[in-house]
């Protein structure tokens, strides 16, 4: 079964400090983004537009979920198109690095960077987690690591 948007996926694992080196042949996309962080939510430009987002948590009760694989409850929701950011915000640049097993797959591996450090880093699909693809990949990604 598929999701209509693209669910992030959290692992428990430590990432090893040589990570960015590992998965390196893997790397499918590599984009910078500005991210603008106010009071009212996220801010960032999309296709050259300024776009607000509000982050939102689902009702969805993960807890049950005894798997080591974790879908995430927490989105940012794209809000409106603006034209003004406000006055009190700071401004976080992001290197968004996009690893996929192969060209086609349904499922990648982000590692998102700030100076050159790893900030975060999850599995991204529209599959949901008892697709046995999505598993495939995300072991096959951790083991890689190993």
């Keep these: 079964m598929r999701n209509n948007i693209n669910m992030r996926y959290y692992t428990q694992t430590k990432l090893p400090s040589n990570t960015l080196y590992l998965c390196k042949k893997y790397l499918n996309e590599s984009n910078s983004e500005k991210w603008i962080?106010?009071?009212?939510?996220?801010?960032?430009?999309?296709?050259?537009?300024?776009?607000?987002?509000?982050?939102?948590?689902?009702?969805?009760?993960?807890?049950?979920?005894?798997?080591?694989?974790?879908p995430s409850n927490l989105r940012w929701i794209k809000i409106d198109t603006v034209y003004k950011i406000p006055t009190q915000h700071a401004i976080i640049d992001i290197t968004k690095q996009i690893y996929k097993l192969h060209p086609k797959s349904n499922t990648s591996f982000i590692i998102e960077l700030k100076n050159d450090t790893i900030q975060d880093y999850y599995f991204e699909s529209k599959e949901t987690l008892e697709n046995y693809s999505l598993k495939e990949d995300i072991n096959s990604f951790l083991s890689l690591l190993n």
């Design 37 to 70: 962080l106010t009071c009212e939510g996220l801010f960032k430009y999309v296709n050259n537009n300024l776009h607000k987002f509000k982050l939102w948590l689902s009702d969805d009760d993960l807890s049950t979920n005894k798997s080591p694989i974790k």
